[in-house]
T-cell receptor, first 112, second 116 residues
Framework: DAKTTQPPSMDCAEGRAANLPCNHSTISGNEYVYWYRQIHSQGPQYIIHGLKNNETNEMASLIITEDRKSSTLILPHATLRDTAVYYCIVRVDLNAGNMLTFGGGTRLMVKP | GAVVSQHPSRVICKSGTSVKIECRSLDFQATTMFWYRQFPKQSLMLMATSNEGSKATYEQGVEKDKFLINHASLTLSTLTVTSAHPEDSSFYIC????????????FGPGTRLTVL
């Protein structure tokens, strides 16, 4: 699976959009971009994933660049409960059933 | 959505004792489950892949005789930390892959193990 690079930490004001970047310059054509987050002392929670097109769900939006070498997770209106470590993971085919390899992630601190 | 539970949520034990952690998929069947370990302020590290009805596959550096994994049914995998030592104190997290549908992976809430 391709390696990802994320900033170790970010701050965001409550109510503002949080934009979390991820670089995955060695991504292969069949690899998806997944985002998970982990609130302190809890298990990781799935947020969103995508292959080429931008994706949106009730939690967030995922913007993938045209060359697929980077992506941005957007939390449109961050709340204090969004404070967590956010992991960007690139892995092969959705149906492969393979494990997820977690990098360092970005520790997002939402401040009042 | 699919739910994965872990029991216990936290455990404190004496050095030298064994501790069993259960991981259950509550509303789906899981042929494959994973066990991760997370030390403070670090990321999750995969320990082993647990496959129903067969032996677990351990990652390099993880002692299979110390971390016993049993996946006897499609909804339950157990991790037993044998002869626990203080350095085994960690946050243990399991995940389960739903075998029907798109093989999406769901995580348990984690088990905090403290070895005195």
């Amino acid at each position: 699976d391709a390696k990802t690079t994320q900033p170790p930490s970010m701050d965001c004001a409550e109510g503002r959009a949080a934009n979390l970047p991820c670089n995955h310059s060695t991504i292969s054509g069949n690899e998806y971009v997944y985002w998970y987050r982990q609130i302190h002392s809890q298990g990781p929670q799935y947020i969103i994933h995508g292959l080429k097109n931008n994706e949106t769900n009730e939690m967030a939006s995922l913007i993938i660049t045209e060359d697929r070498k980077s992506s941005t997770l957007i939390l449109p209106h961050a709340t204090l409960r969004d404070t967590a470590v956010y992991y960007c993971i690139v892995r092969v085919d959705l149906n492969a059933g393979n494990m997820l390899t977690f990098g360092g992630g970005t520790r997002l601190m939402v401040k009042p | 959505g699919a739910v994965v539970s872990q029991h216990p949520s936290r455990v404190i034990c004496k050095s030298g004792t064994s501790v069993k952690i259960e991981c259950r998929s509550l509303d789906f069947q899981a042929t494959t489950m994973f066990w991760y370990r997370q030390f403070p302020k670090q990321s999750l590290m995969l320990m082993a892949t647990s496959n129903e009805g067969s032996k677990a596959t351990y990652e390099q550096g993880v002692e299979k005789d110390k971390f016993l994994i049993n996946h006897a049914s499609l909804t339950l995998s157990t991790l037993t930390v044998t002869s626990a030592h203080p350095e085994d104190s960690s946050f243990y997290i399991c995940s389960a892959i739903r075998t029907s549908g798109n093989n999406e992976q769901f995580f348990g809430p984690g088990t905090r193990l403290t070895v005195l």
